[in-house]
């Protein structure tokens, strides 16, 4: 059972599935890892794996010399998110559509997980809550639903299982 965003989760630690991407996390020191697998054609891609980019064909992924690892789509060059395993406010950190200013956002905390308009105004804050099996905590869609709860899929289960 592990802790995060103050969610907890027993079995996987799947905090946020955001436009078909799992971030998983998991207890570290002194900071917690992330990982970020998205399947493709069948198979996993490890576009972060705990805290580490991870060389992909789908995405650009960069470091920077404080540790802030971004994501951008390796087509269109559009951000797609940044993991900062160092920050005291924001574990991970994404977008759906358009530039930065015109998408929401989605951010886990040490205290909770927040889903945000893009004007800034909040869509969903969860604290407090607890998922048991193979479930993941928030569902963010393309079209910027927000589902609670969601199953893991089997095949994106085993590749956790053997990760």
């Known amino acids: 059972m592990v802790r995060f965003g103050g969610n907890t989760f027993s079995d996987f630690s799947v905090p946020l599935v955001f436009e078909g991407r799992y971030f998983i996390m998991e207890p570290g020191s002194p900071n917690p890892l992330v990982t970020v697998v998205v399947e493709h054609g069948g198979e996993p891609v490890f576009e972060v794996l705990k805290n580490e980019p991870q060389q992909n064909p789908l995405t650009e992924v960069s470091r920077t010399p404080v540790g802030i690892v971004t ?36 951010r886990i905390t040490d205290r909770m997980v927040d889903v945000l308009n893009p004007d800034g105004s909040t869509m969903l804050t969860a604290q407090n809550n607890r998922f048991e099996g193979a479930m993941t905590g928030f569902l963010v869609a393309s079209d910027g639903s927000v589902g609670m709860g969601a199953q893991i899929p089997p095949q994106v289960r085993s590749w956790l299982q053997g990760a």
Request: proline share 3%; hydrophobic share 25%.
């Open 71 to 106: 994501v951008g789509d390796r087509e269109t060059g559009s951000f797609l998110y940044k993991v900062r395993p160092g920050s005291e406010t924001s574990v991970t950190f994404g977008r759906l559509g358009g530039s930065e200013s015109e998408s929401m956002s989605v």
